[in-house]
């Protein structure tokens, strides 16, 4: 099997779910609303739209990530344990070669970064990943 | 296509370590004189590539005592799995009689009594000895360090690491990959590795500022080995700028950066690799869970977490061989590697009897040059032990209530935190503790011990922090490492809650009060990851309570209790 970069990520997203329940913040509701928004309520489907976080942050004052969604027409980011969950909103015209961005944002405390795409037909595609922030361990 | 069985027979046949059929009892050892370096080093050369793997030494040039864990605990899927198996259990797994070598090298049990036995393990000059026979079946053997080398002891911090840096090149590794090397700090690791006579490898050392590949350490190296090619894949330890002081390198980035390693894979194969081996500072779980999601990885050789076992663990079509610490193993891996792809192995974990093993006397030369400039203060003898000291174990060792204690006493603190680190060698009844044992269990580049207020509020987020750290069910959240050791501080963990459920039963130990949130309770600690952190060195801390005790008794911590295993 060729392992594409999308695969991992979907492995990924599907063991880190479950990592931080603890704590989820109010704000989690705040970004339902925010994406809803975004997608007029429509479902999301997943597989076609990739997020590259760091599982853990080294700095959670500047998280490096990126998106990949070939076909999009937008993609924006949420963070939903940041007071204001909306990051950052990536629009690509129809001569845009590639359609991923990279950027880096700050993440108040461990949390979820949630992507969502709109797609060229009008879909969505959505994608999330648990990033934690932590105050530092021992380490062997 | 190989089969998951064709692995399993090889290993069986080949079954690692010497002396898992025993040696009998262990009461004054015979059994030592039995134990030969033939029989120590015997091997049947197999296929056509040879791996040989040392890793973690933390310094460690001289032969030493090494206690293993009692308490390793395995969470999520990890849960009784290898090697969170330990003591008899670890014994009964691996069908290790009581009393063997086997036994002393790999498991807790009756530690002080064989350890009179069987002596002292490790030293660099019986490793090169080890080495200088595999050379010998196979001349181009491949050498690799997997990291944790150029740290842990009084010479090497006196020396920044250029000890351990002489004597390795003497060894004359292919390559090696990196951890607390980077504590050192950035400018004198660039200075140690342009100057290597070998590759300095790391998929993930990225560039923290543009997050791209830095040209000083570079993603793999190609091998031509027997007729075939070889690709070694470092990886570094990934979340070194949080267990360590960022600040100290705040020029790079690491992380596990699976998708990269898999692009890594990929781009060594379409070179003409015929096998992929990753040299690695992940930790034993972390490999495991990699050698799942990225395919096409031949061998992992597995550092961090100090673990040693006899045999290695297979996940799909990779062999994960974890090769212990202190310099107490070396692996000995052979491949038949044809027609594109690996066909089988043979393994043997070979354990550094320094009693049994000849030292290399160009090597031992070497290693008694570099500890002459400090042998004086090295072997000052600062007081006694009538307990076994040691560190290994997930929430204290004795080593570590010492610590604590003198963090109480000679830092006027209620409560005491120690970094629950897994280097540090042991030291047995009724031998002298020198300042040398002390520095191999607290020497690093960050060692002042502060004295501080915390809330119980903070003091539990603490906790919850590092023990997410180690609990946490998904291996790519753990840091390696054990609990943070507390002193003055009794809690209760409950290792199968999730972050922020898992710390209750906070109690401050000389009132037997509960802890309270909002109060503040005067702390002190050491190894601090924050820039600019204030105190006396740890070793200083330590060696004035140690003189003050003389003779060092402790007594069974029972302030930690562990429910949800």
């Known amino acids: 099997m060729k392992l594409t970069r999308r695969t991992l990520l979907a492995l990924g997203s599907g063991t880190s779910v479950y990592a931080m329940v603890a704590g989820l913040p109010a704000f989690a509701s705040l970004t339902d609303d925010a994406i809803s928004a975004f997608t007029g309520g429509a479902a999301t489907g997943e597989g076609a739209i990739s997020l590259t976080a760091p599982e853990i942050a080294e700095n959670g004052n500047t998280v490096p990530i990126s998106v990949d969604a070939p076909g999009a027409a937008e993609i924006t980011i949420f963070a939903d344990g940041n007071p204001v969950p909306n990051v950052a909103t990536f629009k690509f015209g129809p001569l845009s070669a590639s359609r991923s961005a990279s950027t880096r944002i700050r993440l108040a405390k461990t949390q979820n970064v949630v992507a969502v795409a709109k797609m060229e037909d009008g879909s969505f595609q959505m994608v999330k990943a648990n990033v934690k922030v932590t105050i530092g361990g021992c380490g062997g | ?565």
């Open chain 2, 1 to 565: 296509m190989i089969s998951r069985r064709d692995f399993l027979q090889v290993s069986m046949a080949a079954s690692a370590l010497y002396g898992a059929s025993g040696f009998g009892n262990w009461a004054r050892l015979a059994a030592q004189q039995q134990l030969t370096q033939d029989q120590l080093l015997q091997f049947d050369t197999f296929g056509n590539v040879s791996l040989i793997h040392i890793t973690d030494i933390h310094g460690q040039l001289t032969p030493l005592y090494f206690r293993e864990p009692s308490i390793n605990i395995g969470v999520g899927g990890n849960k009784g799995a290898v090697p969170h198996v330990t003591g008899a259990d670890f014994r009964k797994l691996y069908g290790i009689k009581d009393g063997s070598p086997s036994h002393y090298a790999l498991s807790s049990g009756d530690f002080a009594a064989l350890a009179q036995g069987y002596g002292r393990v490790g030293g660099l000059d019986r490793v090169a000895m080890v080495i200088n026979a595999i050379r010998a079946d196979r001349p181009d053997a491949i050498l690799l360090d997997g990291g944790d080398t150029w740290h842990g002891s009084y010479t090497c911090y006196k020396t920044q690491g250029q000890d351990m840096v002489n004597v390795m090149n003497a060894l004359k590794p292919d390559a090696m990959t990196f951890h607390w090397e980077f504590t050192l700090g950035s400018d004198r690791v660039a200075e140690l590795v342009e100057a290597l006579p070998f590759a300095a490898l790391g998929q993930n050392i990225f560039d923290a500022e543009w997050d791209e590949p830095t040209d000083l350490f570079p993603p793999y190296k190609m091998f031509e080995r027997g007729g075939t090619k070889i690709a070694v894949i470092g990886q570094a330890f990934p979340y070194m700028p949080i267990a360590n002081p960022r600040w100290m390198f705040p020029e790079y980035s690491f992380g596990i950066r699976d998708e990269n390693m898999a692009a890594m894979v990929e781009e060594v194969r379409s070179q003409g690799a015929e096998c992929v081996v990753v040299l690695s500072h992940n930790g034993f779980d972390v490999d495991k869970k990699m050698a799942g999601v990225v395919p096409g990885i031949d061998v992992i050789l597995s550092g961090h977490t100090h673990d040693a076992l006899p045999e290695p663990v297979v996940v799909g079509d990779t062999i994960i061989v974890p090769s212990g610490s202190n310099g107490k193993f070396v692996s000995r891996v052979d491949l038949d590697i044809r027609d594109g792809r690996m066909m089988g192995y043979r393994h043997k974990l070979i354990p550094i009897f320094s009693d049994v093993i000849a030292p290399d006397p160009k090597v031992a030369a070497l290693i008694k040059a570099e500890r002459a400039p400090y042998l004086a203060e090295m072997a000052e003898v600062i007081g006694r032990t009538e307990s076994t000291l040691y560190r290994r174990g997930n929430f204290n060792g004795t080593w570590d209530d010492v610590i604590c204690d003198a963090l109480l006493s000679e830092r006027e603190a209620e409560i005491a935190l120690s970094p629950g680190v897994r280097w540090g060698p042991s030291v047995i009844p009724g031998q002298d503790i020198t300042r040398e044992d002390i520095f191999g269990v607290t020497s690093m580049t960050y060692g002042e011990a502060y004295r501080t207020e915390m809330t119980g509020e903070f003091l539990k987020v603490v906790l919850e922090d590092v023990a997410d750290n180690i609990f946490n069910p998904d291996p790519y959240y753990q840091q390696g490492g054990d609990m943070v050791r507390t002193g003055g501080l009794g809690y209760r963990i409950d290792v199968s809650k999730p972050q922020g459920e898992r710390i209750s039963n906070m109690t401050l130990l000389t009132s037997g009060e509960p802890i309270d949130a909002g109060k503040s309770y005067v702390v002190a600690g050491w190894a601090s990851v924050n820039e600019g952190t204030e105190g006396p060195q740890i070793w200083d801390v330590v060696e004035n309570h140690i003189r003050k005790l003389g003779t060092v008794t402790v007594q069974e911590n029972n302030s930690v209790e562990v429910i949800g295993v």
